[in-house]
């Protein structure tokens, strides 16, 4: 339990935290809606003087009907450096180039001051896909999404990352945990934590970024890699969690995990060979094996409405 000095200390520095969003044109409530390693990310409302002043946040808000934002809050005089230096201005980077599609989180401002930076975003209220996972499989007592529900969702998280591939990033942390749903069901891709940007096309890449169940096999082998082709494979994960409602390939240490990818994929209950095609597609050991971005927007277990799929908006 939290000592008494604690529990002040925390709620002095909330009050700061409301009356600096407050100086910018955002009410913060105390209703907070996720927490990550450095940062804490809460309710809020935006005013009606901030909606005179913000085109990027009054289009969006006009079409949703709400002023509701989520306010991402970084303590970067607690968090490390390489954090502060390194994962939060590619984060900011990779939000402000991608910047503006359906189906990816928008960051429509920023405040900072020596203690805090906080970021204004596009609020996702309905959890993430791997909790929609979860519950439908509960509602429906049988592991997964029909696979109608997945084709929906799925052609939309494609047209997200192809979205960002084209702008020139690569996101690198994709998994279920990081694609929000919001209150009218559109996915939102999030968290570019860990997403890069790249030049040249076929630019390789070093650093060991995700999650170990997401995590391409040539990443775990610590070889160079390609981003895009990284990518891919986590798309291919993320298809097999949504179908069958598990993951495809279960180990917890990296140095593992690829013994275990090697053994194989295994389908442990009914997909349809469609889908299961698709899967195998993108969960392909050689990298330029794996089926590119177009290949899998027109793959013929994503027909119909292919046309959608690099729809910009
Ligand atoms: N725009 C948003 N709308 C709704 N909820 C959000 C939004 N952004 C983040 N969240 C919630 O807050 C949680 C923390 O988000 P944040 O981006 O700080 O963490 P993270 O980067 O996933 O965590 P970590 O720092 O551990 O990697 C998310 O898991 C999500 O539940």
């Known amino acids: ?39 804490k990310v809460y309710l809020g409302y935006a005013t009606q003087d901030k909606l005179m002043q913000n085109y990027k946040l009054a289009s ?19 968090a490390p450096v390489e954090y502060t230096k390194k994962f939060l201005p590619r984060e900011i980077y990779s939000l402000n180039v991608t910047y503006k599609h359906l189906n990816v ?41 029909e696979e109608e529900e997945a084709r929906r969702l799925f052609r939309q998280i494609v047209s997200a990352v192809a979205h960002c591939h084209n702008v020139g990033i690569v996101h690198r942390d994709l998994k279920c945990e990081n694609i929000l749903l919001d209150e009218r069901g559109f996915i939102k891709l999030t968290d570019f934590g860990f997403a890069n940007r790249y030049s040249l096309k076929n630019s390789l890449m070093s650093t060991f970024c995700g999650s170990v ?17 990284a990518d891919l494979w986590s798309l291919g994960v993320i298809l097999y969690a949504m179908v069958t409602g598990k993951l495809p390939f279960k180990e917890r240490q990296p140095h593992k995990m690829i013994h275990v990818i090697k053994q194989g994929l295994a389908f442990r209950q009914p997909i349809s060979p469609e889908c299961q095609n698709l899967i195998e597609g993108l969960l392909q050991l050689k990298p330029v094996a794996r089926l590119g971005l177009q290949q899998v927007a027109t793959h013929r277990w994503m027909l119909p409405a292919t046309s959608a799929i690099f729809h910009r908006v």
Do not use: C, W
Not at 60 to 78: F, G, P, Q
Not at 120 to 129: H, K, N, P, Q
């Open 1 to 39: 339990m939290k000592s008494f000095s604690k529990r002040e200390a925390d709620r002095r520095m909330f009050l700061e935290q409301v009356r600096e969003s407050k100086e910018n044109g955002y009410l913060l409530s105390s209703k907070k809606i996720g927490s990550g390693a450095f940062s």
């Open 60 to 78: 969006d808000l006009r079409s949703k009907r709400h002023s509701m934002v989520a306010i991402k809050i970084i303590s970067t005089a607690e």
């Open 105 to 145: 989180i928008q960051l429509y401002e920023m405040y900072r001051n020596s203690k805090r930076t906080y970021l204004v975003l596009e609020l996702a209220s309905r959890g993430d896909l791997l909790e929609h996972i979860n519950a439908t499989s509960d509602r429906r007592e049988f592991p997964g999404l």
């Open 213 to 229: 169940a997401y995590t391409a096999p040539e990443i775990l082998m610590s070889k160079k890699y390609n981003g895009e082709l």
